[in-house]
């Protein structure tokens, strides 16, 4: 299964770059930036990935971020990450990135554009793995916060396809960025939202009604309400779920206990992706071979599985038939 899972040209739909951050290349930071870390070594930065609940990780994701401060820091980051999933069979990837974790720092909203960008150009001409980029709002800041990340991303249209959200879910309806996400449809952005990670499946109705999103960022709440998953399934929603992440963060027990299958079978177009792969232990390959086991998902399982992460790209038509063809030409072991 490995083998397959590997050969099959995948997508991959929820990756937050900042999250792709290794403590090999946090420590190289850190020192060449002269940057103070309580943690002096890979194993220390290892030791303290242990989270009971998505804001332990994302307090130290925050400060993990703050070694990021020049273009080159950001292209190397990018460029990293790439390589990676390269080797993973990865042949489009929609990367979000966090403007305000930088530009509240201080680092100009430039600088993060100008470093991510350029190993996005890059890695298409030397991997051949296609892009998109989106910007991804901070939840737990205010909408007028929002409102001028929106107004700087403006020169950057025709690199950013798409505005999403995230941070902490807990006490932070989508309906607080309404007119934020209006206003972003309205200067041609796609919206998405993550919503039903820890949050309620009320979440999900708002990112959809509110909002107006095209996918749901892990949405696997949904199944407390059995309407919401028809919802999901009929109007072809995708979820961007991240087994990996939803297992760290104890949204399920063990992998075991995932509600992935359960929802596949319900209808809903579900998507395979890493979230934050260098703090929930694997990249987009890992994720798909760890359900595979667990859930003993068989070779059209994760057929389909690789063919819902082209669909629910963001690729243009022709590219996605083309893509679903070789999907369809890899031969299984059997
Ligand atoms: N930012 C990075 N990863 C995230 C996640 N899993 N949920 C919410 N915000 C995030
Ligand atoms: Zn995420």
Request: charged share 30%; with cysteine; glycine share 6%.
């Amino acid at each position: 299964m490995a083998a397959y899972i590997r050969a099959l040209p995948k997508a991959e739909l929820h990756l937050h770059i900042e999250g792709s951050l290794e403590p090999g290349m946090l420590l190289a930071l850190a020192e060449k930036h002269g940057i103070e870390l309580p943690y002096d070594s890979e194993a220390a930065l290892q030791e303290a990935y242990s989270f009971t609940q998505l804001q332990d990780f994302l307090d130290i994701y925050f400060k993990g971020a703050g070694v990021l401060l020049d273009a080159d820091d950001f292209y190397q980051l990018t460029r990293a990450y790439l390589e990676r999933v390269h080797a993973d069979g990865v042949v489009h990837c929609e990367i979000f990135f966090d403007p305000q974790t930088h530009t509240d720092r201080g680092v100009p909203f430039a600088t993060v554009m100008d470093g991510i960008s350029r190993a996005l150009k890059d890695g298409e001409r030397d991997l051949g793995i296609s892009s998109r980029l989106i910007l991804s709002f901070l939840r737990h800041l205010s909408e007028a916060d929002a409102e001028k990340t929106l107004d700087e991303a403006l020169p950057y249209r025709g690199e950013i396809a798409a505005v999403g959200l995230d941070s902490s879910e807990h006490g932070q309806p989508p309906e607080k960025f309404s007119r934020v996400f209006a206003r972003a449809r309205s200067e041609g952005f796609l919206t998405v939202a993550h919503a039903g990670e820890e949050g309620p499946p009320e979440y999900i109705r708002q990112a959809l009604d509110d909002l107006k999103v095209v996918r749901i960022d892990h949405g696997v709440r949904c199944e407390e309400d059995l309407d919401l998953c028809r919802r999901l399934a009929s109007e072809k929603i995708p979820l961007t779920v991240c087994p990996l992440s939803n297992t760290k963060l104890a949204v399920f027990d063990r992998m075991e206990s995932h509600n992935l299958k359960r929802l596949m079978d319900m209808g809903l177009v579900i998507t395979i992706n890493s979230d934050d792969p260098a703090y929930f232990g694997g990249y987009v390959g890992a994720n798909y071979r760890a359900v595979a086991e667990a859930l003993s998902l068989d070779y059209d399982d994760i057929r389909a599985l690789a063919r819902n992460s082209i669909t629910a790209s963001f690729l243009p038509e022709d590219q996605k038939k083309a893509w679903l063809e070789c999907i369809d030409a890899v031969a299984r072991p059997d």
